[in-house]
Each structure stands twice: as structure tokens, then as C-alpha cells.
């Protein structure tokens, strides 16, 4: 990385993307990893050209039965959430100040990222078919309703919100992705833990790529980024599928019976919130950070009290025990 450049000047987004733009290309290696060296689906799923591909589905299925109809929403709910990549990409490359040069940093960065993340939903969508406990059509009708819907995350095209967003939204990933791969093996099904094995672990290294570009932009514009980081947790971190319906209903209203699935499972909860906060605050040294305005102070101030009260506010929350039906899930 290039030294620290001595004269941009405070919120100079333009001026501060153009700094990262050789960070994004020279060492973007550490974070995505060459196309023939990475995991693809097929690696995982039964092999339509062997003779034993019936009974590779026959095993899988069986597998598949012992899972808890709560995980089986929240794997679903998931998976939903990767295959709307079309809206996560077109959101990124919408990003204010950056070059959108196709030779760019910025834009080979998204376009590496997408790649690897196209697979997450390619290997789960695949998965649920061959389960054979899951209404494909009512699944395929989420999808396109979330892809068409979109999203509202509050961050707009500032790429320090987006920065910080996408930091706290794959380490949300991984915990998710991670706690469904533990549950999937002590349920018997081996074969889902590996893939949501695999998927949490690409999602660790994405997180990593873009906590470190909030951790160069701070140390060039730390009042903009305190402030863009206390902003985003003030509005509260969205997921992106918080618009997900199953069909006839509104938006949201599935999202709302899929974190209370998660919640009753312990695989994504209000305490990994609080504990991804605390995370970035330490990853980013927020307590440590020198050069701030009056905001800037501000701005660190309410983030170092703000995992305290959060917890305190997780206590008191309360979430159904009784499951809900989806239509997504036969039985």
C-alpha cells in the first residue's frame, strides 16, 4: 500500500477512493482467490453423469429429513438472501466517487466479488431442490420478489456507509452460514455443513476486504468515517433480505418469521449483533483513533457506549417459540 497522502482534505470521498484504488487491484489477491483454484458447486452435489447419482440423491435426501423445520427456513431464508445477487451487484457499482473504469480497482473488485459470491446461491438453490423437502415454486417466488423489490439500507451511494455495511453484513453471513453448517452435522447431514462450511469461510474473507478498507480510509478521513459508521449504526444494521415475502404476502413479512426462526435456533441473534459491533469497533481501533472534529468525537463516543446498552435492550427482547408454517417448506 502507497504511504498516506498528507493533503486531502476532510470528506474528500473522491479524493480518498482514488487512494484506495491500488489497495483494491495490487492486493486484492489476499481476498478473493483465482477461479481455478476455488470451490465450485459440483464439488459438492451429486453427479448427474455417474450411475450412482439416484443413489447419491436418495442418500442426501434422507440426510435432509432429519433436519429441525427451523433450520430448514433459516437455510432457506439464506439462500433466498445469496440469490439476490443481481440487486447487491448493480447497488455496489452504484457507489458515489468511485473510478467506474472497468479496469478499475473499484470495479474488478466488485466484479471478483460477485463471482465468488454467485456461487454461494448456485450450491444452496441446488441443494434444496435435491432435498426434496422444499416447494421450489414458492422458493423460486421469493426470489424474484426480493430481487424485484430491492432494498433500503441506508446507506445511499456514500462509500463509507457501503464500506461499513458491507463489513457488518458478511461477518453476519458467516455467523449465519456457520451456525446452520454446526446444526447440519450434529442433525447427520454432513454434506450441508460442508457447503455452509465452505460458503462461511468465503464470507470471512470478504468481510476482511472491506474492514480494511474502512481501516485506510479512516487513517485519511477518520471524522467522515467515525461519523458515516455512527450514522449506520444509529439507522441500525438491515439485513439485506428484510423486504422477504413468500407469495400473496407483504414485504417483510416473511423476513419477520425467518429472524424468529434464527433467533429460536441461536443461529443469527440479537447478541451476534452486538458482538459483530464490538468486532468492527475493535478491528477499526475506534478507541484509538486521533485526528477527529468535535463530530468526530461525538460520533466515537456513542459507538464505544453503544454494545452496553444494546445488550441491555437484547435482554428484554422477547420472539415466538411456536414455529411458524412457510409455504416454502412441504409438510
Known amino acids: 500500500m502507497q504511504e498516506l497522502p498528507l493533503n486531502i482534505p476532510e470528506g474528500s470521498r473522491k479524493e480518498v477512493m482514488a487512494y484506495l484504488e491500488p489497495f483494491m487491484i495490487n492486493e486484492m489477491s489476499e481476498y478473493?482467490?483465482?477461479?481455478?483454484?476455488?470451490?465450485?458447486?459440483?464439488?459438492?452435489?451429486?453427479?448427474?453423469?455417474?450411475?450412482?447419482?439416484?443413489e447419491e440423491v436418495r442418500d442426501l435426501q434422507e440426510s435432509a429429513k432429519e433436519l429441525p423445520y427451523d433450520l430448514v427456513a433459516v437455510l432457506i431464508g439464506d439462500t433466498v438472501t445469496e440469490e439476490a445477487l443481481p440487486t447487491y451487484e448493480s447497488w455496489l457499482t452504484m457507489v458515489d466517487d468511485v473510478e467506474k473504469n472497468e479496469q478499475g480497482g473499484w470495479m474488478k473488485w466488485v466484479r471478483a466479488w460477485t463471482a465468488e459470491e454467485n456461487r454461494h446461491g448456485d450450491l444452496l438453490n441446488k441443494y434444496l431442490y435435491l432435498s426434496g423437502r422444499i416447494d421450489m415454486r414458492q422458493f423460486e417466488i421469493s426470489v424474484q420478489y426480493l430481487i424485484k423489490d430491492g432494498f433500503d439500507i441506508g446507506t445511499g451511494a456514500d462509500p463509507y456507509r457501503n464500506f461499513i455495511y458491507t463489513s457488518f453484513q458478511e461477518l453476519a453471513t458467516n455467523v449465519s452460514h456457520r451456525r446452520v453448517a454446526g446444526i447440519s452435522k450434529k442433525s447427520g447431514d454432513k454434506l450441508l455443513a460442508k457447503m455452509c462450511g465452505v460458503i462461511a469461510a468465503d464470507e470471512a474473507r470478504h468481510a476482511k476486504a472491506y474492514m480494511s478498507f474502512i481501516s485506510h480510509a479512516m487513517a485519511v478521513d477518520p471524522s467522515e468515517v467515525m461519523i458515516a459508521f455512527e450514522d449506520m449504526m444509529r439507522k441500525k444494521i438491515v439485513?439485506?433480505?428484510h423486504f422477504l415475502r413468500e407469495s400473496g404476502e407483504p414485504q417483510g413479512e416473511a423476513f419477520a418469521h425467518f429472524s424468529d426462526a434464527a433467533q429460536r435456533l441461536g443461529v443469527y441473534t440479537a447478541l451476534d449483533y452486538v458482538d459483530i459491533l464490538k468486532e468492527l469497533i475493535a478491528d477499526w481501533k475506534i478507541d484509538q483513533v486521533s485526528g477527529l472534529n468535535e463530530k468526530g468525537e461525538k460520533a466515537r463516543d456513542?459507538?464505544?457506549?453503544?454494545?452496553?446498552?444494546?445488550?441491555?435492550?437484547?435482554?428484554r427482547m422477547s420472539f415466538p417459540e411456536k414455529q411458524y408454517n412457510?409455504?416454502?417448506i412441504y409438510g
Do not use: G, H, N
Open 239 to 241: 439485513m439485506p433480505a
Open 32 to 54: 478473493l482467490k483465482p477461479v481455478e483454484e476455488m470451490w465450485q458447486p459440483a464439488d459438492f452435489l451429486p453427479d448427474s453423469s455417474r450411475d450412482t447419482f439416484f
Open 302 to 315: 456513542y459507538l464505544m457506549r453503544l454494545p452496553d446498552r444494546l445488550i441491555r435492550l437484547a435482554d
Open 326 to 328: 412457510f409455504k416454502w
